[in-house]
């Protein structure tokens, strides 16, 4: 509680809003860290509001992430709406953009997470996080029972990031051990068998 105490006084004090807002996401980390959802979801927030820093975009998306967890998905999804991420570098703004699929989802809203979803794995820049859209975009199809959907959305997977899988550093080997232990996969194979 010392550090998070540290961190408070950083966030409220005097500064540089980018040290700010830095502060106010490390406390709400080590609150998380604690159970203590509540005050960690405050000072994220508080973190969040502070400038259009990278700081203030992670804790922005550390808060969504909070609010999903504690149920409050419209919240979250308000939150993690693509108005609020202004200059965020893609990462983060499709972190955001598949995360707010996430809580809609959870909001039973499955067309519009499903939108989210596509527009990440067709659009985005990040191999890692298209990898998510695209198995995300691919579950839902198939909890609809649209099993071709989701074989649709698999092979559109391995066609897209199968360039980046091919390559010989560290982001390829990811891709293909993502891509080889693909849950979208694994479901469909589930799924064709029970037929």
């Not at 809580?103 to 979803?117: Q, V």
């Not at 996080?129 to 839902?140: H, L, Q, S, T, Y």
Request: charged share 30%.
């Amino acid at each position: 509680m010392a550090a998070v105490r540290a961190f408070r006084a950083g966030l409220r004090g005097p500064g540089d809003l980018d040290l700010r807002a830095l502060c106010g996401l490390r406390a709400g980390e080590l609150l998380l860290a604690a159970d203590l959802e509540e005050p960690g979801l405050t000072e994220l927030m508080s973190g969040a509001e502070l400038s259009g820093s990278s700081w203030s975009q992670r804790a922005r998306l550390s808060a969504g992430a909070c609010m999903i967890r504690l149920g409050r998905c419209a919240e979250g999804a308000r939150w993690l709406a693509a108005a609020e991420w202004g200059e965020a570098p893609s990462p983060t703004r499709e972190e955001a953009a598949v995360l707010r699929g996430v809580a809609l989802a959870r909001c039973a809203d499955g067309e519009a997470a499903t939108r989210a979803w596509r527009e990440v794995a067709e659009l985005g820049v990040t191999p890692r996080v298209r990898f998510d859209a695209f198995e995300r975009w691919g579950r839902e199809l198939l909890s609809r029972g649209d099993v071709e959907g989701a074989a649709g959305v698999l092979h559109r997977c391995r066609e897209v990031l199968s360039v980046v899988a091919l390559e010989e550093t560290a982001s390829g080997r990811d891709m293909r051990k993502r891509l080889r232990s693909s849950q979208l996969a694994r479901s469909l194979r589930r799924s064709l068998s029970s037929r």
